[in-house]
């Protein structure tokens, strides 16, 4: 399972972004998705999870009420709508997913996902 994000850039603190990432070499169905950031110098952070259905979502709670993540099975995309961005929200933004058997969203480890994108630079003005 091969993960690209797309969708960063630079943007006014309050404004918004879309993150999408894009799978290819199989299908997204059998896997719990997730977004995590990472700040220079930082630990790799949860930011959410949606499960394998999309019927069920998990949030940290610094992004609650702001971000939305979802799913697109049949075109094996997964989102990640991010308003009123902050500028500590600065980081690169990483696309994640594992496989489970369970429709559960509750992963918020990055040693749960053994499969990463290479991450898109989202910036925050001030």
């Known amino acids: 399972l091969e993960l690209v994000e797309f969708g960063g850039g630079l943007v006014q603190a309050g404004g918004s972004l879309r993150l999408t990432c894009a799978a290819s070499?199989?299908?997204?169905?059998?896997?719990?998705m997730a977004w995590f950031r990472q700040a220079p110098g930082e630990e790799r952070e949860f930011i959410a999870a949606?499960?394998?259905?999309?019927?069920?979502?998990d949030y940290a709670d610094s992004v609650k009420g702001r971000f939305t993540i979802s799913r697109d099975n049949a075109k094996s995309t997964v989102f990640l709508q991010m308003n009123s961005l902050k500028p500590e929200e600065t980081a690169a933004y990483y696309c994640?997913?594992?496989?489970?058997?369970?429709?559960?969203?509750?992963?918020?480890?990055?040693?749960?996902?053994?499969?990463w994108g290479q991450g898109t630079q989202v910036t925050v003005s001030s």
């Open positions: 949606v499960s394998r259905s999309g019927r069920a979502t």
């Open positions: 994640a997913a594992r496989a489970t058997t369970v429709d559960s969203a509750t992963y918020s480890g990055a040693v749960n996902y053994p499969y």
């Open positions: 070499g199989r299908t997204i169905n059998p896997y719990a």
